[in-house]
């Protein structure tokens, strides 16, 4: 099993910064993907930002240019720097990751808890 645990949401106000993070812990030999979601009252989860183990990036339309994904390898640990936040970004979010166990296993994907972001004046 992995667990994901993530940290760093909160209130902030419109044009603020908040930076999330995710760690992924237990039965791990590697991870492909791992990214971020969020999933607002009444709407679909959808993706926020992916990030592959050699660095290649993905971004929904709507954060290209004020979030900014990383990730650290070695900590099994992802990132998401979040500036310019606007009241649309409210959400929870979810971290995802998809995980091999053990050598010649297919991934799996596993999800976090989720933390609140919330944005409001």
């Known amino acids: 099993q992995v667990q994901l645990v993530e940290s760093g949401g909160g209130l902030v106000q419109p044009g603020g910064s908040l930076r999330l993070s995710c760690t992924a812990s237990g039965s791990i030999f590697s991870i492909y993907v791992m990214g971020w979601y969020r999933q607002a009252p009444g709407k679909q989860r959808e993706l926020v930002a992916a990030?592959?183990?050699?660095?290649?990036?993905n971004y929904a339309e709507s954060v290209k240019g004020r979030f900014t994904i990383s990730r650290d390898n070695a900590k099994n640990t992802v990132y998401l720097q979040m500036n310019s936040l606007k009241f649309e970004d409210t959400a929870v979010y979810y971290c995802n990751a998809y995980v091999v166990h053990k050598l010649g296993d297919n991934p799996q994907g596993s999800w976090g808890q989720g933390t609140q972001v919330t944005v409001s004046s």
């Open positions: 990030i592959t183990g050699g660095g290649t990036t």
